[in-house]
């Protein structure tokens, strides 16, 4: 893997922290020559050990590979060190695919369940993108980039499952609000819709929730995330479904009332009491 900084990086880095060759090594589940060949260049590292090594340092393999660490300002240094990587944290401007109509105008372009796997890989594929069914919506902004994914499942109860969900494009991943449902494109796990927590500033990832109580909130690091898009509106020709917790209540409030009812009906008529 030559013309990279890897082997310099990793170096750096694990000085920058006083470790020695045998504390990452033992933390990286590896040989202590084979971390002395990746620090010296005579060994080139697979996909998997970059993984690891992006993990364990909190840095992009990006970043790993293509930047030269050495001549950053020690500050700079300091907030790669800290989780600011702009590769990591998403603070950084992304361009994707589109596509546009006659007039110049961005389209709304469709992912269906069925293109769902597809779209996993071929996201950033401008011939992906163009073979995408596309229509406008003109009461949203010309402005923004919007594009609209149909969800499979009942993770997101009460909205059904089948229903489209409209997104409007994120750049600046430090604009996600805690609270807010959002779509998520994952490599490992293909398009997810959910509410997210916030915790890139701090821990470089967000966590997921679902709106069905019934599924638990889990992490994702940012550095899996390849797309965020947020939610604006959905639509179904389902009805979402009924609250019954709500429903069963008010049946049951309706029921003991009709009894009380009934009983001081009863004691008007001196029935109550009669064998």
């Known amino acids: 893997m030559a013309d990279n900084f890897f082997g310099q990086n990793i170096k750096l880095l694990r000085k920058r922290r006083g470790r020695t060759q045998d504390d990452v090594a033992g933390a990286l589940d590896m040989k202590r020559p084979t971390l002395s060949g990746y620090e010296n260049g005579v060994a080139e590292p697979g996909i998997e050990v970059l993984i690891a090594f992006s993990d364990y340092y909190k840095i992009s393999v990006d970043t790993l590979l293509k930047q030269d660490l050495s001549a950053l300002p020690d500050s700079q240094l300091s907030q790669l060190e800290r989780g600011f ?39 950033a594929d401008p011939e992906f ?61 293909g398009i997810m819709f959910k509410v997210i927590e916030n915790h890139i500033n701090d821990e470089g990832r967000i966590r997921l929730h679902s709106l069905n109580p019934l599924y638990d ?35 049951t409030l309706a029921t003991l009332k009709k009894e009380v009812a009934d009983i001081k009906s009863q004691l008007r008529q001196g029935k109550l009491f009669e064998d």
């Open 217 to 251: 909130p889990y992490y994702v690091d940012v550095k899996d995330i390849r797309e965020i898009w947020r939610f604006v509106h959905y639509i179904s020709a389902e009805l979402p479904e009924p609250n019954l917790p709500k429903n069963e209540f008010a049946a």
């Open 85 to 123: 990587d702009i590769f990591v944290n998403g603070s950084t401007l992304r361009v994707i695919a589109t596509t546009v109509d006659s007039s110049n105008r961005e389209n709304i372009e469709l992912v269906p369940h069925k293109a769902s796997a597809g779209y996993r890989t071929g996201f």
């Open 129 to 189: 993108i163009r073979m995408l069914p596309t229509f406008q919506l003109p009461f949203l902004s010309a402005e923004r980039k919007y594009r609209m994914f149909q969800i499979s499942g009942d993770s997101m109860l009460p909205i059904p499952d089948k229903s489209w969900i409209t997104g409007e494009f994120v750049q600046n991943w430090q604009n996600i609000r805690d609270g807010l449902a959002y779509i998520i494109l994952t490599i490992e796990d």
